[in-house]
């Protein structure tokens, strides 16, 4: 069944949307404030791990959501839509690569009680240069990332309320820089649970209402099978399709033990609990919620894709980016219901907010001391 143009679509947000939507920014904020006032940094170690004594299930929860941004909620949607469930199978791997990164790295880090992955480069190596490259490098590679990231609910914003697009993008740098910078860890951490929730809320929302205007949840999987969309298990050992099996498991593998081992917002998030064991099963915990995540976006994908099966809104001339999909279907579908525009853009715009964590790191490359670079000289090993 595919979406009928019966269906007027709307040209903005209305008012009970923007409430919605700077009431949920406005949350994080608060949170920024209270613990900057309320729960103030007294040492580097409390600013960057919240002084070692962060709960379980919030440290989990915020570690997950260090790394899933609105390009959940747009791309895996818009990637089901246009090319299929195959990359989905990545999933397959984090039953190998969470127990490693739990029992291979998480102990040797969180031992060492470091605040940085770049603190051990330094230990392992005697060499304070290798540290201050690396610095460098993840600074540069996280710039380049929030550039994607910030620019997602930019397209949606723009779709559902003309915004511009650098209106939208420095918003989202000011806000997300001001609360993590005056909050520390602890901020981010409740921050990334209240955001989790509104991301969660988005997804659960475009499945139900998709769901219900195709007659449920297994009326889209039909449509989806039907037009080639459900690719599972194919084992073709080419090389050059987009996707198979055996190249979403063994990159998965490699992507989830760096990203989630090494990558310095997973080493500040399981190091900044108070026990060893709760370290391991932060990561631990993030085996089904992960899987969970993932695999909302995916079933959104498969009810925005069984909407639009029979009129493809690219073809039709309605949008002009395979990443417009979901917005414009939220536009056309949400706007019935006041508050749930806004619930949705707010969803998109608190994922992109959460990865500013990164900036935690390029804010304390200024509180490195400067290596003499000319002569390379090696500085002495306690230093950090």
Same mark, same amino acid.
């Given at each position: 069944?595919?979406?009928?143009?019966?269906?007027?679509?709307?040209?903005?947000?209305?008012?009970?949307?923007?409430?919605?939507?700077?009431?949920?920014?406005?949350?994080?904020?608060?949170?920024?404030?209270?613990?900057?006032?309320?729960?103030?940094?007294?040492?580097?170690? &409390?600013? %960057?791990? $919240?002084?070692?004594?962060?709960?379980? #299930?919030?440290?989990? !929860?915020?570690?997950? /959501?260090?790394? @899933?941004?609105?390009?959940?909620?747009?791309?895996?949607?818009?990637?089901?839509?246009?090319?299929?469930?195959?990359?989905?199978?990545?999933?397959?791997?984090?039953?190998?690569?969470?127990?490693?990164?739990?029992?291979?790295?998480?102990?040797?880090?969180?031992?060492?009680?470091?605040?940085?992955?770049?603190?051990?480069?330094?230990?392992?190596?005697?060499?304070?240069?290798?540290?201050?490259?690396?610095?460098?490098?993840?600074?540069?590679?996280?710039?380049?990332?929030?550039?994607?990231?910030?620019?997602?609910?930019?397209?949606?914003?723009?779709?559902?309320?003309?915004?511009?697009?650098?209106?939208?993008?420095?918003?989202?740098?000011?806000?997300?820089?001001?609360?993590?910078?005056?909050?520390?860890?602890?901020?981010?951490?409740?921050? &990334?649970? %209240?955001? $989790?929730?509104?991301?969660?809320?988005? #997804?659960?929302?475009? !499945?139900?209402?998709? /769901?219900?205007? @195709?007659?449920?949840?297994?009326?889209?999987?039909?449509?989806?099978?039907?037009?080639?969309?459900?690719?599972?298990?194919?084992?073709?050992?080419?090389?050059?399709?987009?996707?198979?099996?055996?190249?979403?498991?063994?990159?998965?593998?490699?992507n989830t033990t760096a990203t989630f081992g090494?990558?310095?917002?997973?080493?500040?998030?399981?190091?900044?609990?108070?026990?060893?064991?709760?370290?391991?099963?932060?990561?631990?915990?993030?085996?089904p919620l992960l899987t969970l995540m993932v695999?909302?976006?995916?079933?959104?994908?498969?009810?925005?894709?069984?909407?639009?099966?029979?009129?493809?809104?690219?073809?039709?001339?309605?949008?002009?980016?395979?990443?417009?999909?979901?917005?414009?279907?939220?536009?056309?579908?949400?706007?019935?219901?006041?508050? %749930?525009? $806004?619930?949705?853009?707010?969803?998109?715009?608190?994922?992109?907010?959460?990865?500013?964590?990164?900036?935690?790191?390029?804010?304390?490359?200024?509180?490195?001391?400067?290596?003499?670079?000319?002569?390379?000289?090696?500085?002495?090993?306690?230093?950090?």
């Open positions: 069944m595919g979406a009928d143009d019966s269906v007027a679509v709307s040209t903005g947000m209305s008012a009970v949307d923007y409430v919605v939507l700077i009431g949920l920014l406005g949350g994080s904020l608060f949170i920024g404030v209270y613990h900057a006032i309320f729960r103030k940094q007294k040492s580097t170690a &409390d600013y %960057l791990v $919240g002084g070692r004594s962060m709960p379980l #299930l919030p440290t989990a !929860i915020s570690l997950l /959501a260090s790394y @899933i941004s609105a390009i959940l909620i747009l791309g895996v949607p818009a990637e089901f839509s246009y090319h299929g469930s195959a990359l989905w199978e990545a999933m397959y791997s984090n039953i190998i690569a969470f127990p490693l990164v739990a029992y291979i790295f998480v102990p040797t880090f969180y031992r060492l009680k470091l605040t940085s992955a770049y603190e051990y480069l330094e230990l392992r190596f005697d060499n304070y240069l290798i540290r201050l490259l690396a610095s460098l490098t993840f600074a540069m590679q996280s710039m380049l990332y929030l550039g994607v990231v910030v620019f997602a609910p930019s397209i949606a914003l723009h779709t559902v309320s003309g915004f511009p697009y650098w209106v939208s993008m420095v918003s989202i740098g000011l806000i997300g820089t001001f609360y993590t910078a005056i909050g520390g860890l602890r901020a981010v951490v409740w921050t &990334d649970v %209240l955001q $989790g929730v509104l991301m969660l809320g988005g #997804l659960v929302a475009i !499945i139900a209402i998709g /769901a219900f205007r @195709i007659g449920g949840l297994s009326e889209a999987f039909r449509i989806s099978g039907e037009h080639g969309r459900l690719d599972f298990l194919n084992f073709d050992p080419n090389p050059f399709l987009r996707h198979t099996t055996l190249i979403c498991v063994i990159g998965g593998i490699f090494c990558h310095q917002t997973s080493v500040q998030r399981y190091c900044s609990t108070s026990t060893l064991k709760s370290a391991v099963w932060t990561m631990l915990l993030n085996i695999s909302l976006g995916w079933i959104a994908g498969a009810v925005v894709f069984a909407n639009y099966a029979e009129c493809d809104p690219v073809l039709t001339g309605h949008i002009k980016n395979k990443d417009a999909i979901v917005p414009y279907f939220v536009l056309r579908y949400f706007s019935g219901t006041p508050g %749930l525009v $806004g619930l949705f853009v707010a969803s998109l715009v608190s994922a992109s907010l959460r990865c500013f964590i990164k900036f935690n790191l390029i804010q304390k490359l200024s509180k490195i001391k400067p290596t003499p670079l000319i002569i390379f000289k090696t500085a002495p090993s306690h230093r950090c």
